[in-house]
């Protein structure tokens, strides 16, 4: 039977699970609820490898009935697709796999779909994976499943599908106490069980397990090393010792970042930290940092040439040839200006972008490769570079290297002060030393040029994401490329005050657990330097680089586990409090908690806006029943609709406001644009009066648009007009609709349209408005 092997670089990939499960040809399988799986076999790596003559112990067929046992097979589902693929897994030892696919036509254009992975040789299952998104399904809200329910389920499932891995998993509770009650109903509930040895967790080994909303599993994956060797417990630090280390290790640096979704765009300062991880035995850091040990820039002042614009074709291409080196036999192909609105500037840019193709050689018909910049016109200085030679090997011998690591530095230094000469004194070289090069790479092809990276710092402060690349041939020593990323938005000259350092760190540690794990080093894969990673792939799937992983134990490593992945933020340097990494916007990192809320009749509903942050905080008090003020119910009901996941602002970018008392530093301007454009409000003034209160028809209102329901209230003689005050409402439609739905109640035969709406009738209201829709 022939196989392809697929290469690649990731190699946390299928594990072989020999025995772990029901033996090959056992008559008792293991049986499960329908749902099954995703490959979870890397695939990272484009080349294929033919490597026939490779043998499997289970045949298709024998996988296609494997898979039915261990989770049947729904009515009407049929195979579509099985696959056979080889990659490498832990410790660069070859995984063979069984990909089994299969899909149920339930409609005209809709689709169900099953996947299974088995491994080729014990018959293991390695995952499954269960999609269906009927659009006649009926959500049900809350869901039908908790958070406890689900998590039970999934242990159930790993006793059933990984009987002989179930006593060595432990469930991962780490980020349990930041979950929030789900807002969708199709969200699922995600669980990993981390491999524990000795009593410490291994988590590159583990199952993760899927349960949806109304308990059924969708998705199930075991990544798992059965050959693993782990390092001895003896000599390892105590947590306090671990602790101690880390907070004299820890080093918070400056950063400026953009958050590119708030209402106005501009930088803001903030503290980071390096990732830290502490060899358990010896406290010290397992790899070093790779900073520049001082920020020291290109040069103290910006160089001559800054600001020269270039508005003819023939200046720009004469600014061109000044720059870089055109070869001599180069034709002229492209040459054309563009101007576009620059998103974050709001202001216009222009561009000169040329390309020039290079002639075969020897009268050969086709041409060898290009040549292609682009110039600021305004500044005349480059934006993006490429010289691409065809007939130039991308790979190269080392013999063939003659330029220095050094000798490519200065030239690489000298062409960014000579192209970018404005940024000269704020870019700093991060590439100081020449990367090593590992004694297996003696006499391997390796990549053709030196790579440097100018990283841009304004007095001292990194910018992220703002930096030059340029790569210089080792050949001949001329630059190749260089793509220039620098923001154009104002940055201070000097950074403000900030936070003290110490303040910072334990801020930052703050949001870290200490824990003592095992971990295989370089487990993932790690490219030697000085090696293409296409070329690697290829030798390390072959078998002619040996990875460094096998017969290598796994170590004790003390590391700091971010309590709130799922959450995009930053640590404001100047005020020390958290910011959304999405719209710079103030958060709790935090489930919000109040003191005015134990005990009240809408505690719970009152409870989850708050996790979603929709509700206003002051002094630790929600004041429930007091009156809520029209922004911030627009703002609960675009939460609500959006299942809690809603980041408006940059969709906004741009965007006049509407209304004239709504601008777009207003709190509530993304989310009244937002409610204008999903016609849950209508223009009717030039003002919306975002904190003046809103009543019960206007919210009925509200609701009534946001389920679609809008049409129907203009047939105002179809519905029940019992309201005993029906001649105060302007739409009886609307009360009429929400009442009946349940969403809002009539006291009494009475629906006050114009009274007021508290808070707690504003969150109770939105519960149910998710438990209708």
Do not use: C
């Not at 908790?146 to 998590?151: C, F, P, V």
């Not at 060898?368 to 934006?383: F, M, N, P, Q, W």
């Not at 590439?431 to 304004?458: C, H, M, N, W």
Request: no cysteine; charged share 25%.
């Amino acid at each position: 039977m022939k196989i392809i092997l697929k290469a690649g670089t990731a190699v946390v990939t299928s594990a072989l699970l020999f025995g772990t499960v029901t033996p090959v040809m056992a008559s008792k399988a293991v049986t499960g609820a329908s749902a099954t799986i995703a490959n979870p076999v890397s695939d990272q790596g484009k080349e294929q490898i033919d490597i026939s003559q490779e043998e499997v112990k289970v045949t298709k067929e024998q996988a296609v009935e494997l898979a039915k046992k261990y989770v049947a097979l729904p009515e009407g589902f049929s195979l579509q697709g099985a696959n056979l693929s080889m990659s490498r897994g832990f410790g660069g030892k070859p995984a063979k796999t069984w990909n089994l696919n299969f899909s149920h036509k339930e409609k005209k254009d809709y689709y169900s779909y099953l996947s299974y992975s088995l491994d080729a040789d014990s018959g293991a299952l390695l995952g499954y994976n269960f999609s269906s998104k009927n659009p006649d399904s009926k959500p049900v809200y809350p869901p039908k499943t908790s958070l406890d329910q689900a998590k039970t389920i999934a242990s159930d499932y790993i006793a059933k599908l990984s009987p002989e891995l179930q006593k060595q998993v432990k469930y991962n509770d780490l980020r349990e106490s930041s979950r929030k009650t789900p807002l969708n109903v199709y969200e699922d509930y995600r669980f990993s069980f981390d491999r524990v040895v000795d009593g410490v967790p291994f988590p590159q080994n583990n199952i993760t397990v899927a349960v949806d909303s109304e308990g059924r599993l969708s998705d199930y994956r075991v990544y798992w090393d059965k050959d693993a060797a782990f390092d001895k417990k003896e000599g390892v630090i105590t947590p306090e010792q671990a602790d101690k280390a880390f907070r004299n290790q820890a080093e918070p640096v400056l950063q400026y970042l953009i958050p590119y979704q708030s209402k106005e765009l501009k930088p803001a300062i903030s503290y980071s930290m390096a990732a830290l991880q502490l060899d358990a035995k010896t406290g010290k850091p397992l790899y070093e940092s790779k900073a520049p040990a001082a920020v020291k820039t290109l040069t103290e002042q910006p160089q001559s040439g800054t600001g020269t614009a270039v508005t003819t074709k023939e200046s720009a291409l004469k600014r061109a040839q000044q720059l870089v080196k055109i070869p001599a036999d180069a034709k002229l192909e492209e040459a054309n200006y563009s101007e576009y609105e620059n998103e974050s500037t709001k202001q216009t840019d222009a561009n000169w972008n040329f390309q020039w193709a290079l002639p075969g050689k020897d009268g050969a018909k086709d041409n060898r490769g290009y040549v292609s910049l682009a110039i600021d016109a305004k500044t005349g200085e480059l934006t993006n570079f490429s010289h691409y030679d065809y007939s130039s090997n991308r790979t190269i011998k080392p013999e063939e290297v003659k330029v220095s690591f050094e000798e490519a530095k200065g030239k690489a230094v000298d062409f960014v002060k000579k192209t970018n000469p404005s940024y000269a004194h704020q870019l700093v070289l991060e590439t100081t030393e020449a990367p090593k090069t590992d004694s297996k790479l003696v006499g391997i092809d390796q990549d053709y040029t030196y790579t440097f990276l100018f990283s841009r710092f304004i007095d001292g402060v990194r910018v992220e994401n703002d930096n030059i690349h340029v790569g210089v041939d080792k050949r001949t020593g001329e630059v190749q490329n260089s793509y220039v990323n620098i923001s154009k938005l104002a940055f201070p000259a000097k950074k403000p005050a900030v936070l003290d350092k110490d303040k910072a760190k334990e801020l930052l540690l703050s949001q870290y657990q200490l824990r003592l794990v095992y971990q295989s080093v370089g487990l993932e894969g790690q490219i030697p330097p000085g090696i293409p990673v296409e070329r690697y792939n290829v030798l390390a799937a072959s078998g002619k680089y040996p990875t460094d992983n096998q017969n290598q134990k796994a170590q004790l490593v003390y590391t700091l586990e971010n309590k709130y992945e799922n959450v995009a933020y930053f640590l404001d340097a100047e005020s020390g409090k958290w910011r959304s990494r999405d719209n710079g916007e103030v958060i709790s990192l935090e489930p919000v908690k109040v003191d005015d809320i134990a005990g009240h009749w809408a505690q719970n509903e009152l409870q989850l806006m708050l996790d979603y942050q929709a509700l206003e905080v002051k002094d630790g008090k929600v004041k429930p029943d007091q009156s809520i003020k029209r922004g911030e119910l627009i703002k609960m009901l675009v939460i609500a609709d959006s299942g809690g996941g809603y980041y408006p602002a940059g969709a906004m970018d741009g965007r006049k406001n509407s209304f004239k008392d709504v601008e777009k530093s207003n709190a509530y301007f993304s989310y009244v644009e937002t409610a204008l454009d999903r016609k849950w409000i209508d223009r009717t003034s030039d003002e919306f009066n975002p904190d003046q209160p809103i009543t019960r028809e206007e919210m009925a209102s509200l609701i009534v648009r946001a389920l679609n329901y809008k049409k129907l209230t203009e047939f105002d003689n179809v519905f029940n007009r019992n309201f005993t005050d029906a001649s105060e409402l302007k739409n009886i439609g609307n009360a009429a609709i929400v009442t009946g739905m349940g969403i809002m109640s009539a006291d009494g035969g009475k629906f006050s349209p114009k009274l007021e709406v508290t808070r707690a009738q504003a969150a109770t209201a939105f519960y149910r408005y998710l438990q209708k829709r």
